[in-house]
């Protein structure tokens, strides 16, 4: 069983930059994809970037290309989501997910694994 700890949210005002991580433990993720979701107020949660833990191949979604980049250290066998040009559209709980499989995906029901969630709040 993956457990998953996210960490790093906080208050930040538009234009800046903040770093999530996401601490993975209990076995090997060499054959995962994580990814990063958000939920905003009164809204379902959303994909928001996903890495392959084998090869790092990325893929995001629209409204944050260019400016989030999803990255892993295998080291600390942590995923990070680095996010810059921060809107106040941005705010949201930022979720970590576990996909046990190298076939990329970005529906909820097919991550198996989540975190607790971080706060992430931008003002404008």
């Known amino acids: 069983q993956v457990q998953l700890a996210e960490s790093g949210g906080g208050l930040v005002q538009a234009g800046h930059s903040l770093r999530l991580s996401c601490a993975v433990s209990g076995r090997s993720i060499s054959n995962y994809i994580m990814g990063w979701f958000r939920q905003a107020p009164g809204k379902e949660r959303e994909f928001v970037a996903r890495i392959r833990w084998s090869d790092d191949y990325t893929y995001y979604a629209d409204s944050v290309k260019g400016r989030f980049t999803i990255s892993r250290d295998n080291a600390k066998n942590t995923v990070y989501l680095q996010m810059n040009s921060l809107k106040a559209e941005d705010t949201a709980v930022y979720y970590c997910?576990?996909?046990?499989?190298?076939?990329?995906?970005?529906?909820?029901?097919?991550?198996?694994?989540w975190g607790q969630g971080t706060q992430v709040t931008v003002s404008s």
């Open positions: 997910g576990a996909r046990r499989s190298r076939l990329g995906a970005i529906r909820l029901d097919e991550y198996e694994a």
